[in-house]
Every structure is written in C-alpha cells, then in structure tokens.
C-alpha cells in the first residue's frame, strides 16, 4: 500500500512540474508579459529586480579599497567635469529640469541632486554599469582614477545649489578622462556664418586646416581701374567644327 501512495505522489509531482513548465514556455514564447517601458512591472517583479540589484552591487562593492584622498577637492572638481558631460541627461543637476531621457527610461534614473549614493557603490557601478536598466559600464573608456573622481563629486553633489554646482563646472577641464571622449558630431544644425572657419575634424595625418569658401575666378586680370563688368564667356566652337582660331 505504501509502495503505491509513494507512486502516485512521483506521478503528481511529476505532473505539476510538467505543467509548471509549460506554463512557462507559454509565458514566455505569447508575449503575455508587456516588455514595453512605459508600462511598470508588477509590484512583485519590481521588488525581486531591486532586491537583486541592491544585493549584487553591495557584495562587489564591499571589497573595493576607497581612496584615502577621496574627498580632495582636486577629486571633486575633476570629476564635476565629466558628470556635467556624461551623467546630467538621466541624473540631473542642480536646478536642472527633467529631460526626454530621464522621463523615458524605465526603471527611472535616480535623480542623484537629491540622492546620496556610497563611494564605493558609485565606483562600482559607474565602472561596470547595470543591465536592463540603461545604466552603462563607463570603465570600458575612463581608468579608475577619473571613476573614482565621479564618485567623490557624487558625495559632494546632493549638498550643491545651481550656483554652487556651475561653480565647480568652471573650475573643471570638462569633458576630460585620458582618452576616448567622445562628444556630439553636428552636421548642418546651424550653418556656419560667412567667413567663418569649419569645425569639422580634419582626418588622422592631415595637417589642421580652416575651409574657406573657393574664390571666384575669371578668364583674366582686369588693369587696376578698370569699372566693373562681367566678363563674356568663352567661346566654345561647337562640336565637328573645324579647327580654327579666334
């Protein structure tokens, strides 16, 4: 008899796992969940995800070794500069609006005027970025130095009014990270005014040069004097003509 209740419990458990997996390749291949950004997970979903992110950040960040001039205001200032280039169209700044980006992004950035975020914790994940979230591994292109400088100007951050934060943008290089900056390339928004010289980059190798416009040319040089007229163009003796001179 025991033998046989211990058959049935395999075959029922077998068959919710059956079922339990199909509910899930089901799930999964309907599109039944609504990927879309605009609409919020379930309340669930979004605890399990924040419990998760939360969890893994803190585990990785704990064996970091903070540095012990963190909070130099040489740091800060460098690191002012490269938040104001990089951070500001998701995280904001001092008197800063919210903009396309920040409002469309799904889990919304925190606003980091208002939030204060552990050095070590920002260190970690502006070098190695987050997934699914639109946060990205900013360590492929800056070295751990200018990281860290962004971290300590995130400790300084929440305590800045505008003036206070336009300030510190001054006194910085800007954009400015050891290499691999990259900054927008505008083709055709506002036309240069007359005269004016090309910003466009000149290829590797070539030496730097300012386009000008081509200046008109005539068939020859008029005396010094001479009124001005419009010269008759040349004339071109039409095709099969003999050879002849003018």
């Known amino acids: 008899m025991r033998t046989h209740h211990r058959k ?10 059956l079922l339990l997996s199909l509910g899930a390749y089901a799930f999964v291949r309907t599109g039944i969940y609504n990927v879309a950004a605009d609409e919020p997970h379930y309340p669930a979903t979004t605890a399990l995800l924040e ?20 909070m130099s205001e040489a740091r800060i200032v460098q690191g002012a500069g490269n938040y104001a280039a990089m951070c500001t169209q998701c995280h904001l700044a001092p008197g800063m609006q919210p903009t396309e980006i920040s409002r469309g992004l799904y889990p919304a950035p925190p606003n980091l005027t208002k939030e204060a975020v552990d050095a070590d914790e920002a260190f970690w994940v502006i070098k190695h970025g987050i997934k699914a979230t639109g946060m990205p591994a900013w360590g492929e292109s800056m070295d751990d130095e200018y990281i860290w400088n962004m971290a300590a100007f995130l400790q300084r951050l929440p305590e800045l009014d505008a003036a206070g934060y336009q300030a510190l943008i001054g006194k910085s290089d800007g954009h400015s990270h050891g290499g691999g900056e990259t900054t927008p390339h505008d083709h055709g928004s506002s036309p240069p005014e007359s005269g004016a010289a090309s910003h466009h980059p000149d290829p590797p190798g070539m030496a730097p040069h300012h386009a000008t416009p081509a200046k008109a040319t005539t068939g020859h040089d008029h005396a010094p004097g001479t009124p001005p007229h419009v010269d008759a163009p040349a004339h071109v003796d039409p095709p099969g003509a003999p050879a002849h001179e003018h």
Request: hydrophobic fraction near 55%; glycine fraction near 0%; proline fraction near 3%.
């Open 51 to 70: 419990q998760v992110r939360q969890a893994s950040v803190r585990a990785r960040a704990r064996t970091l070794e903070v540095p012990k001039d963190l």
């Open 8 to 17: 049935s419990w395999i075959w029922i458990l077998l068959a919710l796992v």
